[in-house]
């Protein structure tokens, strides 16, 4: 069965103090890892998808990298308006079924 | 990416009533998902819907409590039946295709359910 795993659960940054997310993931042959953004009473926001290992995207302060076992989610110099909740999911199979992580709640302060 | 709406947006709903989610998509695609999150948990997929077809299930998921429709290439619909409390969650669907990347499922609004 897959499994994802997010960590930390939760991070609380200050303005300017950049850091990385985790998203470990154990698979059956993975075809794609998804990092989404959500806020509080919204639907999940497409960020990047992630293919093979060594593979990078960027987006403003955010970074995405992959490697066989984990993708990491970073982000430079945050700013308050990048408070949410960053889901990480998993692609595998045949289907376009996703496997979600339980999420890192982020929280940027002045 | 595919522009897509639920309604209703939120429903406070009492026990062992039924409610019907709405999921529109103002492109045709080829991929419709059902998804619910329950509070403070993550995203657990219910089912795909099919065009066409029965909906596909997820393993604890069952037809007759959350019965699918999907008329055509735009338009699902899920209903929740016969509620409990427990089923107090965020309902969301999901497409894959129309004008997004052809695996990339982008996300509706939600429907806020919460069950008295």
């Known amino acids: 069965e897959d499994q994802v795993t997010q960590s930390p659960e939760a991070l609380r940054l200050q303005e300017g103090e950049s850091s990385s997310l985790n998203c470990s993931y154990t698979?059956?042959?993975?075809?794609?890892l998804f990092w989404y953004r959500q806020d509080p009473g919204k639907g999940p926001e497409f960020l990047f998808t992630?293919?093979?290992a060594g593979e990078e995207k960027e987006k403003e302060r955010l970074k995405a990298t992959l490697t066989k076992k984990e993708s990491f989610l970073h982000i430079t110099a945050p700013k308050p308006e990048d408070s949410a909740t960053y889901l990480c999911?998993?692609?595998?199979?045949?289907?376009?079924?996703?496997?979600f992580g339980t999420g890192t709640r982020l929280q940027v302060t002045l | 990416s595919a522009v897509i709406s639920q309604k209703p947006s939120r429903d406070i709903c009492q026990r062992g009533t039924s409610l019907t989610i709405q999921c529109q998509v103002d492109?045709?695609?080829?991929?419709m998902f059902w998804y619910r999150q329950q509070p403070g948990q993550s995203l657990t997929l219910i089912a795909t819907?099919?065009?066409?077809?029965?909906?596909?299930?997820e393993s604890g998921f069952v037809i007759d409590k959350f019965p699918i429709s999907r008329p055509n290439l735009t338009f699902s619909t899920l209903t929740v039946s016969n509620m409990s409390p427990e089923d107090s969650s965020i309902y969301l669907c999901?497409?894959?295709?129309?004008?997004?990347?052809?695996?990339?499922?982008?996300f509706g609004p939600g429907t806020r359910l919460t069950v008295l």
């Open positions: 999901s497409v894959v295709g129309g004008q997004g990347a052809s695996d990339t499922q982008y």
């Open positions: 698979v059956s042959g993975l075809r794609g």
């Open positions: 992630l293919y093979s």
């Open positions: 999911a998993v692609h595998t199979g045949t289907a376009s079924k996703l496997t």
């Open positions: 492109s045709q695609v080829t991929m």
């Open positions: 819907a099919n065009q066409g077809s029965e909906a596909t299930y």
